[in-house]
């Protein structure tokens, strides 16, 4: 049961990428789904989260406006498209699901007051975003 992230790479400032998370072992259509990232020597913060239908979506204070994220369920992936990158959205992307709560939307909501990580899970190896010129 896990969930990988993939998509990154190194891009200018300005520039665009698209991550994608895929689920192995397991459906990600119940759950809320959230993106998140690390910096060197920086805790893990979140970025996004998407509800179960993807009609909830929650972003962090600087990403509002520049990224987006979506799901195709049908897929069984979960996407965050990325634009007007900046040197700071440097980091390791990860993706995760908080699979004990059926509540998504509150659960999307819960992360965006609190930050709190907590209860995602089913972490996988992340994707690394470098932002340079």
């Known amino acids: 049961v896990q969930l990988q992230a993939s998509g990154g790479g190194l891009v200018q400032p300005g520039g665009s990428l698209r991550l994608s998370c895929t689920a192995s072992?397991?459906?990600?259509?119940?759950?809320?789904v959230g993106w998140f990232r690390q910096a060197p020597g920086e805790e893990r913060e979140w970025v996004s989260c998407?509800?179960?239908?993807?009609?909830?979506?929650y972003y962090a204070g600087s990403m509002k406006g520049r990224f987006s994220i979506s799901r195709d369920n049908a897929k069984n992936t979960v996407y965050l498209q990325m634009n007007s990158l900046k040197p700071e959205d440097a980091a390791v992307y990860y993706c995760a699901a908080d699979r004990r709560t059926l509540r998504t939307r509150a659960r999307c909501r819960s992360l965006a007051l609190t930050g709190q990580i907590g209860t995602f899970d089913s972490w996988g190896q992340g994707t690394q975003v470098t932002v340079s010129s």
């Open positions: 998407t509800s179960s239908s993807d009609d909830v979506t």
């Open positions: 072992g397991f459906t990600l259509d119940s759950y809320a």
